[in-house]
């Protein structure tokens, strides 16, 4: 309303299905986490072990990877891991019609159950904030990897911190709840436990990224008061 009154004209991509689907940003950046987990490569940052053991990591092929959200970078995320030989099962509220022999649609529980990892890909909104909390991740594997690139509103992070805790549950992040108010505890979870990795909010951020969308928000611009 404040803008509206002063009569301020806002740009966003809010609605551009077509020009997000050239942003690839954010689906490469959860595949990274993804091998990042699984090969440890943050535990092996400046250290020099002769003891290479502790440092084995696990390979993507014929993991079974649930997504949740199959969305835009949901779909990205399901094409890049299919190439690396993932079993790939989506839960997604909206009903699509998508014959893929390579994926699979199964419910919530399910996909918790039978996933070694999870990578979420659903909207903050009203229905989805705390959507991963104790009442569905007592249904996941023991050490179950889950990876966060949407919005961390989305599962309640009390509930996970306990999961990691207790059941040896990995949880790799970009996001927090509240950024701009960051909670200090919370993030020395980070600090002290290994099964917690923490990024900056950084998935959507790359040269190409910034550079498409400078340009595509510019045009708008343009074109908006060329048509005036």
Known sequence: ?????????????????????????????????????????????????????QFIG???????????????????????????????????????NIEN?????????QLLKKS???SIHIPLNDQNKNFLNNTNLKYLKKEALIIN????????????SEFVKKKGIRYTSDVISNENKINKNYLMKFKKNNNYILTPHIAGLTNESIEKTDLYIFNKFIKYYEGK
């Open 149 to 160: 690139t949407s919005r961390g509103e989305v599962v309640n992070e009390q509930h996970i």
């Open 58 to 96: 696990s390979e993507i092929n014929n993991k079974i990877v649930g997504i949740i959200g199959f969305g835009r970078i949901g779909r990205k995320v399901a094409k890049i891991l299919n190439a690396f030989g993932a079993k790939i099962l989506v839960y997604e509220i909206k009903k699509k």
């Open 116 to 118: 070694d990892i999870i």
């Open 1 to 53: 309303n404040f803008f509206k009154d002063k009569r301020v004209k806002i740009f966003t991509l809010q609605d551009e299905k077509n020009f997000m689907k050239t942003i690839h940003a954010s689906s490469e950046f959860t595949v990274l986490l993804i091998l990042f987990t699984l090969r440890k490569l943050v535990f092996l940052n400046l250290k020099k072990q002769s003891n290479h053991n």
């Open 101 to 109: 022999s390579k994926l699979k649609f199964v419910s919530l529980i």
